[in-house]
């Protein structure tokens, strides 16, 4: 069985800091993939970034990248110089590589609110 | 390239009517996932399909809840006499086949039962 911990609830944030969002992460499969989510508040699933658990580097989208610690089983992403639009909710989600274990699990989310 | 096509958007149904809720995949996508949300919660894996199979649908209730994949045409979440508490946002889901792809999501269905 998979499972997704994300542990904050929600977070406020200064406009142009960077901010984390931590994911913890725990599944059986050898092979496996870790994804970010956003949801603003018009309710639409915007994907962000993917990381495979064989990649050698960390995954980085614009200003998004993704702190993947293996050993740790954590996948969290860091925004760099938030901006007043990425007040959101984020999940991360992970897919086993398997035949039969591909669907998403997601986490609780995180509610990032950008302060101004 | 159009995305996940989810519809309709909104639909509101009386209690013991039926709901009907589509999705047509990504062009080139053969998986098709299915999840609900509820309101301040976080996604829930319901089923999940290729073209005229139902590989995993081990989220889905065991009664009321159909859904299918059909070789032409999009995939269709079924829900039989609904009640309250199945309002939720349903969101759809597509891939290609092979692990190491992403999942786009659709817009999602918003389901009201009054």
Known sequence: AQKITQTQPGMFVQEKEAVTLDCTYDTSDPSYG????????????????????????????????????????SA?????????GDSAMYFCAMRG??????????????RLTIIP | ???????????????GQEARLRCSPMKGHSHVYWYRQLPEEGLKFMVYLQKENIIDESGMPKERFSAEFPKEG????????????????????????GMNTEAFFGQGTRLTVV
């Open chain 2, 74 to 97: 999009p995939s269709i979440l079924r829900i039989q006499q609904v009640v309250r508490g199945d309002s939720a946002a349903y969101f759809c889901a597509s891939s290609q086949q």
């Open chain 1, 34 to 73: 870790l994804f970010w989510y956003k949801q603003p508040s018009s309710g639409e699933m915007i994907f962000l970034i993917y990381q495979g658990s064989y990649d050698q580097q960390n995954a980085t989208e614009g200003r998004y990248s993704l702190n993947f610690q293996k050993a740790r089983k």
């Open chain 2, 1 to 15: 390239n159009a995305g996940v096509m989810q519809n309709p958007r909104h639909l509101v149904r009386r209690r």
């Open chain 1, 76 to 84: 969290n992403l860091v925004i760099s110089a938030s901006q007043l």
């Open chain 1, 97 to 110: 590589h398997n035949f039969g274990n591909e669907k998403l699990t997601f986490g609780t989310g995180t």
